[in-house]
Structures are given as structure tokens and as C-alpha cells.
């Protein structure tokens, strides 16, 4: 399994100094220099793991079910907390920021922190202009609480740090780092690796403070131009203006539904379960190594390594099918858009016509390549507005308007 290194990377001035009377030097060597830069590199070094240590226990993995009964999340993203609140029995109520797509349409909500405990959580509300969304949750163990920053004091090129649960619990709170690329209307453009899962986790700066909320990355497009580096966080501003609107509004804060559940085409083309195996064995050396140094029989370890990713896949393999709707028809061409897997009754979607195994294709005028940008049309729309889905239909392209 590859490790990946990371660089810090540090600019220092060298000053020249005069010292015990002495004659200021006009040149400095570089040895003489060397021990200060290394001094500066541990403190920043220092100051960073700090920042990952106070995240990892102030983000959480949020875990969404379509069903109150289900006891498997049909989607995982990831949230931060911004409040806490004592209550008279010395427990804590939380709130956590995350974005609205990771919580909307589901039934019931979990959050899962950094020892391994999973705590079920509530709904505050969805911003109705941004994707923001706050979760509430009560537990006895004190988490931190993130700090807002100034966005006039956010900068283009300053350091920044994402956290996250990208693609499975495995990976859980993913600390990763980068630069402030450009700070734009509604988003801070940022090279802090993120991947799906992370949406609602918190970007900060190199105080600690919260400058973002990510939401989205760009990706290699159709026609294979290759894209990195493009990750895209809500700025703070509009964070803070969406949770004052969701706290402040709490009963008026409605969410429009359309009642279905999706998929992405584009993972139902590529998931295959080699994918799955190479994930697993990858992991097999660190799980293996970590066991062992704790005292654990190697061989031992081993077998029991194979036994856990035996399970995992069959667990897996049943899940991702009924969650997925594996076998189902994708039309020849057809790389792209949301397959319908559920709709509920009564529901816009049920009202509109929509089928289950319908492929939306655009929303509108505006192509849809997957959720992401689907919901970052759904969410300009309230309930009473109308607007347009086309949807692929055995291979008929037909358009369905729909009232929220």
C-alpha cells in the first residue's frame, strides 16, 4: 500500500542581526541559518497537528436512512460542530453544520464521532437559499466546539485544512491539506483534497477557524480533461447567514421534496466487486501490522483479517444491491444522470409521472451528470415553484413537470 507524503512547505525572510557588539555579518551562511528554519518548520508542524487533533474531535460522520426501520445508512457524509449547549443534567445539545443534501430526504439521522460512538440525531432545519443544514444531538461527552472566521480575513494563498469521512467509515475524519485558491461569490475554491463523503466537513485556516463548509469537487469531465486541485467550500459568511435563518426560523424552514430516491449512473457502471477486494487487501497490512505490534500472533491476526473482510464483502454485496438496485437497466450511451430506484407515494416525483428506473437527465436546461449537480439546481426552487425533469425511459427521452 503506497503512503502518501506530505510537504510542508514554509517561506522565511532571513534577517541579519548584530549581536555581543559584533560587526553585522552582511552575508549568512546557510548553515548558520539552517537550525532557525528548523525551529520555524516544528512549530508549524506542530501548530497543524494541533488543528487535526482539535478537529477530530469536533467533526462527525453523519449517517443518513431512508427508513426509520433500516439498519443500514443509505448515504454518509460528514458534519462539524459550531455550538454546545449545557444542559440541567450536565449533559451537552450540539449543533452540527452540515450541508443540506446530506441530510434532506431522509428518515432518520446518526452521527458517529471520534471514539467509535454512534449517537442519533435530529433535524433542525435546511437553509432555503444555501446547501446548509443543522443537526441536533445530546450526549455527556464534551466535544469541541469549531470557531467562525472573518471571511475579510480569508486570504488567496494562505494554508487550509479539510476534515472528513471521504467514501467509507474506514476513512473516517481524513485530514488533508492545501491553499485558499480563490475566494468567490458563494464558495472558497481550495486544493484540500476531498472526495464523496466529505460534503458538510469543515474547512479551516491555520488558527483553526472555519472558513468553509465543503460541498463539492470538480472532476475529470466527458470529454477526459484531467481536473485537480478544484474542491469547492461554502464560504463562512453565508455558513453563518444560512444558521442564523435555520435557528432563527426554525418553524418556518421547510424543505421541498421530491420524494425519490437515486443513484449516480456513474457508480453503477463502475462498481464492480475487484474494486471491492483491492480496498480490502490494501488495508490487509495495516491491520496486520497494528495487531501484531499490540502483542497479537501474526498468523492469528491474519485469519482473523480474512474472516472480517469475508463478512464485510458478503454484508457489503447485499447491502450495495438493495441500496444500489444493482441489476437494473442502463440504457447503451447512457454514462451519466440519477437512476430513479424509489419513489414515494403521493409524493412530487409520484404526482409528476416520474417511474422507478427512469435516468434524469436534466433538470431544466441543465445537464445532470449526478446528485451534485442536480441538487445545486433543486435547491434555486421552493415549495409551489414548478419546473422541468427530462428523464431516459427504457431509451425514450421524455420531460415531466413538476410542482414542489
Known amino acids: 500500500m503506497k503512503k502518501l507524503l506530505v510537504a510542508v512547505l514554509a517561506c522565511f525572510t532571513c534577517l541579519s542581526f548584530t549581536a555581543c557588539g559584533k560587526k553585522e555579518s552582511k552575508t549568512t551562511k546557510k548553515e548558520d541559518a539552517r537550525p532557525t528554519v528548523e525551529i520555524l518548520e516544528s512549530e508549524l508542524e506542530n501548530q497543524i497537528c494541533s488543528i487535526a487533533e482539535y478537529l477530530n474531535n469536533a467533526t462527525f460522520a453523519v449517517l443518513n436512512y431512508n427508513s426509520s426501520e433500516s439498519e443500514t445508512a443509505s448515504s454518509l457524509g460528514s458534519g462539524v460542530i459550531y455550538k454546545r449547549v449545557i444542559n440541567d443534567n450536565d449533559s451537552y445539545t450540539y449543533y452540527l453544520v452540515t450541508n443540506r443534501h446530506v441530510i434532506i430526504d431522509g428518515e432518520k439521522f446518526k452521527v458517529?464521532?471520534?471514539?467509535?460512538?454512534?449517537?442519533?440525531?435530529?433535524?433542525?432545519?435546511?437553509?432555503?437559499?444555501?446547501?446548509?443544514?443543522?443537526?441536533?444531538?445530546?450526549?455527556?461527552?464534551?466535544?469541541?466546539?469549531?470557531?467562525?472566521?472573518?471571511?475579510?480575513?480569508?486570504?488567496?494563498?494562505?494554508?487550509?485544512?479539510?476534515?472528513?469521512?471521504?467514501?467509507?467509515?474506514?476513512?473516517?475524519?481524513?485530514?488533508?491539506?492545501?491553499?485558499?485558491?480563490?475566494?468567490?461569490?458563494?464558495?472558497?475554491?481550495?486544493?484540500?483534497?476531498?472526495?464523496?463523503?466529505?460534503?458538510?466537513?469543515?474547512?479551516?485556516?491555520?488558527?483553526?477557524e472555519l472558513i468553509g463548509i465543503n460541498v463539492s469537487k470538480l472532476s475529470n469531465n466527458s470529454q477526459q480533461v484531467d481536473i485537480d486541485g478544484m474542491c469547492m467550500a461554502i464560504r463562512v459568511d453565508l455558513v453563518e447567514e444560512a444558521i442564523n435563518e435555520i435557528e432563527g426560523n426554525n418553524d418556518a424552514v421547510t424543505s421541498p421534496i421530491l420524494g425519490m430516491t437515486v443513484t449516480d449512473v456513474e457508480d453503477i457502471l463502475v462498481f464492480n466487486y475487484d474494486t471491492f477486494d483491492l480496498f480490502w487487501q490494501a488495508l490487509k497490512d495495516e491491520f496486520v501490522a497494528y495487531y501484531t505490534a499490540l502483542g497479537y500472533d501474526e498468523e492469528f491476526v491474519e485469519l482473523k483479517f480474512e474472516d472480517n473482510y469475508a463478512s464485510k464483502k458478503s454484508d457489503y454485496q447485499n447491502s450495495y444491491n438493495e441500496r444500489h438496485a444493482f441489476n437494473v437497466y442502463?440504457?447503451?450511451?447512457?454514462?451519466?444522470?440519477?437512476?430513479?430506484?424509489?419513489?414515494?407515494?403521493?409524493?412530487?416525483?409520484?404526482?409528476?409521472g416520474l417511474e422507478i428506473g427512469d435516468i434524469v437527465i436534466k433538470i431544466n436546461d441543465k445537464d445532470v451528470i449526478n446528485q451534485t449537480s442536480f441538487t445545486k439546481e433543486f435547491y434555486k426552487y421552493g415549495i409551489g415553484d414548478s419546473f422541468t425533469i427530462t428523464v431516459n425511459r427504457n431509451g425514450e427521452i421524455k420531460t415531466i413537470n413538476i410542482t414542489l
Open 112 to 208: 458517529y464521532s471520534n471514539e467509535g460512538a454512534t449517537t442519533s440525531a435530529n433535524v433542525l432545519g435546511y437553509s432555503t437559499t444555501t446547501d446548509i443544514g443543522v443537526l441536533t444531538f445530546t450526549s455527556y461527552v464534551e466535544y469541541n466546539v469549531v470557531p467562525f472566521a472573518d471571511i475579510d480575513d480569508v486570504k488567496q494563498g494562505e494554508s487550509c485544512f479539510a476534515m472528513g469521512t471521504p467514501l467509507y467509515l474506514q476513512y473516517f475524519n481524513t485530514f488533508t491539506k492545501g491553499n485558499v485558491s480563490a475566494i468567490r461569490d458563494k464558495v472558497v475554491q481550495h486544493t484540500a483534497d476531498i472526495n464523496s463523503g466529505n460534503s458538510g466537513g469543515p474547512l479551516v485556516n491555520l488558527n483553526g
Open 330 to 352: 442502463i440504457p447503451d450511451g447512457v454514462t451519466s444522470g440519477m437512476l430513479i430506484r424509489e419513489i414515494v407515494n403521493n409524493s412530487a416525483s409520484d404526482k409528476a
